[in-house]
């Protein structure tokens, strides 16, 4: 059974679904079974994956409140941001909502969103290597 906000990928295809309707029992993509991704936690390589979360002493452009805003960076060390090897997506996710920043090859792999610190229930980004990381 599918939960929300769980995220699945295509071992065929490469496509990845997030969850917004609860309720299946399963999800299929190129006539076959996707694969349910589990975020990992703890960097075991010379890649840094697990983001950071930093307060911002301004608010992100863009919000219109003054005591908010977050800077998520993809590790310690910044992540590659190549054609072949880059951040695809980081999410910050609250009780309510699910904020997303896409990116691409050469942008820097980080991002700032309109939201409290103590707001936030998870974060979490995508490479397109690795897949999928969490704090």
């Known amino acids: 059974m599918t939960k929300l906000r769980e995220l699945y990928r295509c071992n065929v295809c490469g496509n990845v679904v ?3 309707h609860e309720g ?7 006539n076959e079974p996707m694969q349910k991704l589990e975020a990992k936690t703890q ?3 010379l890649e840094k994956h ?3 979360i930093e307060r911002m002493d301004t608010s992100p452009t863009g919000c219109d409140c003054k005591e908010c805003g977050v800077k998520v ?3 310690s060390v910044e992540h590659p941001m ?3 090897h880059f951040i695809k997506f980081i999410e910050v996710l609250t009780k ?4 997303r920043a896409e990116l691409k090859p050469g942008m ?3 991002a700032a969103f309109c939201v409290k610190e103590e707001d936030i229930v998870g974060v979490r980004e995508f490479c397109n290597i690795h897949m999928l990381w969490k704090k």
């Not at 299946?24 to 190129?30: G, I």
């Not at 309510?96 to 904020?99: A, E, M, S």
């Open 108 to 110: 820097k792999p980080e």
């Open 82 to 84: 190549e054609e072949k």
């Open 43 to 45: 960097d075991e390589g």
């Open 73 to 75: 960076k993809v590790g």
């Open 24 to 30: 299946a029992p399963s999800l299929v993509c190129c």
């Open 18 to 20: 997030e969850i917004t």
């Open 50 to 52: 697990v983001p950071v």
């Open 96 to 99: 309510d909502q699910v904020l």
